[in-house]
């Protein structure tokens, strides 16, 4: 069965850099049309799409956060990372990933998200 | 950029009532169009694809319609468990713009 888990700090520094990995199971990221994404949402609030990588190793970006963030991908480890850059208390979110079908860009499965707080 | 608005923002209604949400799209986006449950504490769960497409295993309830900038969802006898937040999310066939709606909290009367 597909199963997506998120992992990384809790906690972070303004200005640090956010390091978050997802490790999946279940399907395989160098199969034609796989893709996972990165999925943020701040308390109370709405879902943010950030960032999605494909199984050619293609990268998208949201545009409002795209000078900030970077998507890779390391299919023998079966895990994704997102980095990001300069955190500020406002990225302040639950951060999900998310197996993502090319064909449609919709997210079939979810991990269960990693809660992740800016502040000093 | 594509602006999504959802209406209503929020929605009370009795066990067994039809309830209607509408997504709108600032542009025509085709019927590039998703729909996602969101129970408290939880991940989304996608529950509608391609605007119309009703993902396995998801109850006949819940259904979706639309096409261009105008989409529907429905859930044609409201259950318990469907109190949730419910989000639509349109993409570009290109992958440069993925973007949720604001969401629509459902809370049974």
């Known amino acids: 069965q597909v199963t997506l888990r998120e992992s990384g700090p809790a906690l972070v520094k303004p200005t640090q850099t956010l390091t978050l990995t997802c490790t999946f199971s279940g399907f395989s990221l160098s199969t034609s049309g796989m893709c996972v994404s990165w999925v943020r949402q701040p308390p109370g609030k709405a879902l943010e799409w950030l960032a999605l990588?494909?199984?050619?190793?293609?990268?998208y970006y949201s545009t409002s956060l795209k000078t900030r963030l970077t998507i890779s991908k390391d299919t023998s480890k079966n895990q994704v990372v997102l980095t990001m850059t300069n955190m500020d208390p406002v990225d302040t979110a639950t951060y999900y990933c998310?197996?993502?079908?090319?064909?449609?860009?919709?997210?079939?499965?979810w991990g269960q998200g990693t809660l992740v707080t800016v502040s000093s | 950029d594509i602006q999504m608005t959802q209406s209503p923002s929020s929605l009370s209604a009795s066990v067994g009532d039809r309830v209607t949400i509408t997504c709108q799209a600032s542009?025509?986006?085709?019927?590039?169009l998703n729909w996602y449950q969101q129970k408290p504490g939880k991940a989304p769960k996608l529950l509608i694809y391609?605007?119309?497409n009703l993902e396995t295993g998801v109850p006949s309830r819940f259904s979706g319609s639309g096409s261009g900038t105008d989409f529907t969802f429905t859930i044609s006898s409201l259950q318990p468990e469907d109190i949730a937040t419910y989000y639509c999310?349109?993409?570009?066939?290109?992958?440069?713009?993925?973007?949720f709606g604001p969401g629509t909290k459902v809370d049974i009367k």
């Open positions: 998310a197996r993502t079908n090319i064909v449609g860009a919709y997210f079939d499965y």
């Open positions: 990588i494909d199984w050619d190793d293609d990268k």
């Open positions: 999310q349109q993409y570009d066939n290109l992958l440069e713009e993925i973007t």
């Open positions: 391609d605007a119309s």
């Open positions: 542009q025509d986006i085709s019927n590039y």
